[in-house]
């Protein structure tokens, strides 16, 4: 098990094989956190603010149900114009 030594700055050198296995690359943002008397690093990923909706709670259960119903065949389409697409989503039962 790789030791770290605390710098003077309170900094620490993620060992090489962890930085490579967890697919860590210079600037990623490493979250600390405090469980019991351990320390325990979580990479981040920064979501730009206009995709943030995207991961919200109520979203990702509408992409789950999503994903179900599309899992289960529970599409229409495709087609072959407009006009009929149209025509399909004004007929549909959502």
Request: a negative charge; charged letters at 30%.
């Given at each position: 098990?790789?030791?770290?030594?605390?710098?003077?700055?309170?900094?620490?050198?993620?060992?090489?094989?962890?930085?490579?296995?967890?697919?860590?690359?210079?600037?990623?943002?490493?979250?600390?956190?405090?469980?019991?008397?351990?320390?325990?690093?979580?990479p981040?990923?920064?979501?730009?603010?206009?995709q943030?909706?995207?991961?919200?709670?109520?979203?990702q259960?509408?992409?789950?149900?999503?994903?179900?119903?599309?899992?289960?065949?529970?599409?229409?389409?495709?087609?072959?114009?407009?006009?009929?697409?149209?025509?399909?989503?004004?007929?549909?039962?959502?």
């Amino acid at each position: 098990m790789p030791t770290m030594k605390i710098g003077s700055k309170h900094q620490v050198v993620i060992p090489k094989e962890i930085f490579t296995e967890l697919g860590l690359r210079i600037g990623d943002l490493v979250e600390a956190v405090k469980e019991g008397s351990n320390i325990v690093f979580k990479p981040q990923k920064v979501i730009p603010k206009d995709q943030a909706w995207f991961w919200t709670e109520e979203h990702q259960k509408k992409e789950k149900e999503a994903s179900e119903e599309i899992a289960n065949g529970e599409t229409i389409g495709p087609f072959d114009n407009i006009t009929d697409a149209l025509k399909a989503l004004k007929t549909a039962k959502i």
